[in-house]
């Protein structure tokens, strides 16, 4: 499936996915601007059920992988640049430890190696929030117009079923050989668990923190995620 995308700039190709229930206009505006000022090309998509980009979705990070290989293929993208955030940051470690001769770097923000001790309690906050969107009709008029034709209900109430974070796919990396970089917020003390437990199964992988961040890093601290993937992908251009 070829996915919805938005590209600014021209150079050598940074695809940045966006975090869940979002799509590629709707994020990354600083990093847009940012790096298509450094001489990137920056490709922002849709994932599927997302935004512009329609589809069902039933084994998410299967397809969604397959979809970004789709639409590089699309583009005639020979290699490029990776970077994603909570749901786009496992669809773009997943898609670079299976095609990691498309990829010259992959950066990740907001995933996990395996599963917290607490994660059946944040799911279930999770799923408290979105219940509370639900009732807010300024929420529903930007959700309906962001997501379009997409049943974005449906999308949203999928990642609360069992099983449905790859956790077996995000903590296997001992065999990723690519430049790796996984970037979390100061302020998300799971976060920062997590991005050690990266480092101990390949010390290949570099850590940055971002002070005064969360979850959503490049939301909270745009221009010091700018300027530390940049520096990043200086190491490998």
Known sequence: ??????????????????????????????????????????????????????????????????????????????TCHLAGVSLGGIGALLFAKKYPHKVKTVTFSGVFPEKPEIWEELTQQEAAHHEDLFKREEVIEYMNQLHGENDWRAMLASWHQENFYPFEETGAVEELSIPAMCLVG??????????????KRNEAIQISVIPFAGHLVHRDQPRLYSETLYVFLQQHQ
């Open 186 to 199: 100061g302020e998300s003390s799971l976060e920062f668990e997590a991005a050690g437990c990266y480092r």
């Open 1 to 78: 499936m070829i996915l919805h995308t938005e590209i600014t700039g021209e150079g050598h190709p940074l695809v940045l996915i966006h975090s869940g229930g979002m799509s590629g206009a709707s994020e990354y505006e600083e990093q847009r601007d940012f790096f298509a000022a450094k001489g990137f090309q920056v490709i922002r998509p849709d994932l599927r059920g997302h935004g512009k980009s329609v589809g069902p979705i039933e084994d998410y990070f299967v397809q969604c992988t397959e979809d970004i290989m789709d639409t590089l293929e699309h583009l005639d993208v020979e």
